[in-house]
């Protein structure tokens, strides 16, 4: 549970699938929670903040303006 979380912006990432953006998202609640997989009475508030982050992190991936690079 310990691994770490992948950069997903370019250009340490190109074709970042939403596969990826919750994986990542996962990862980040699992190690906040503390929780490999939550129990039934946490699933729920477990399944909502995974959703939210990864709302977040594809939110935030969309809008961020990096520099381009020049192409040879």
Do not use: H
Request: hydrophobic fraction near 40%.
């Amino acid at each position: 549970m310990c691994r770490s979380i992948k950069t997903l912006r370019e250009p340490y990432a190109s074709d970042v699938t939403d596969d990826d953006v919750r994986a990542a998202a996962l990862q980040y609640v699992r190690k906040v929670s503390g929780f490999r997989s939550p129990s039934a009475r946490n699933a729920e508030a477990f399944e909502r903040a995974v959703d939210a982050v990864t709302a977040a992190t594809r939110a935030l991936l969309d809008e961020l303006q990096l520099k381009q690079v020049p192409q040879d």
